[in-house]
Each structure stands twice: as C-alpha cells, then as structure tokens.
C-alpha cells in the first residue's frame, strides 16, 4: 500500500514538472527534442482516436518499452503518421488515460 502511495505521489509530481516544462516551452517557443519519447507506430485508428506505438522507456511517466495503444490529444495528429512511421512524442496522464500530447514524424 505504501508503494501504491508513493508511485502515485512521483506521478503526480512527473505530470506538474511536465506541464510546468511546456509552459516554458510554449512562451519561448522552441521545442524540447530532449522530453521526446521514441517510437514507431504500428497501427492508427482514426475513428477511435486512437495510436499504437511500439515505443522506448518513457521516463517522464516511468514506463518501460513496449508496444500499446494511447489517445491522442487532438484526433489531427493522426492524419500526420502512419503504420510504420518512426516518430518522436510525449505522452502524459492528465487524468489517468495515457495521452499523446505531442507527436513529430522522424525524417
Ligand atoms: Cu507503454
């Protein structure tokens, strides 16, 4: 039970920096190539909004490598990738569902 309080406490603590970092980022307007998560797309669902990505450690929400489905936080940031792609993008909880705010198709 301690552990559950403590991991929930560091996630909340993860999402304040992060939102706090794009606060920065968006006043100055540059972008932070350094939050970015790696990953490649494997499949896109336009009609559920929906993005699975194999993606690598994603250390700002402490999780490791895998390959799963996340929301997307605005449905046209599907119309930018496809099955296969290599991308860049930062995912967060803002309330519990794992959410892909922002989304950069590699060269
Ligand atoms: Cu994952």
Redesign the pocket.
């Known amino acids: 039970m301690k552990i559950v309080v403590q991991a929930a406490f560091l996630a909340a603590l993860a999402v304040s920096s992060i939102s706090t970092s794009h606060a920065q980022a968006a006043g100055a307007g540059a972008t932070t190539p350094d939050m970015m998560s790696a990953g490649e797309v494997r499949k896109v669902d336009k009609a559920a909004g929906k993005i699975t990505i194999k ?1 690598g450690p ?1 250390s700002n929400i402490g ?1 490791d490598a ?1 390959t ?1 489905v996340f929301r997307v936080k605005d449905p046209a940031m599907l119309e930018q990738v496809n099955a296969g792609d290599r991308i860049r993008f930062i995912a967060e909880q803002p309330n519990g569902q794992l959410t892909v705010t922002r989304m950069e198709k590699q060269q």
């Open positions: 993606h994603l999780m895998m799963m």
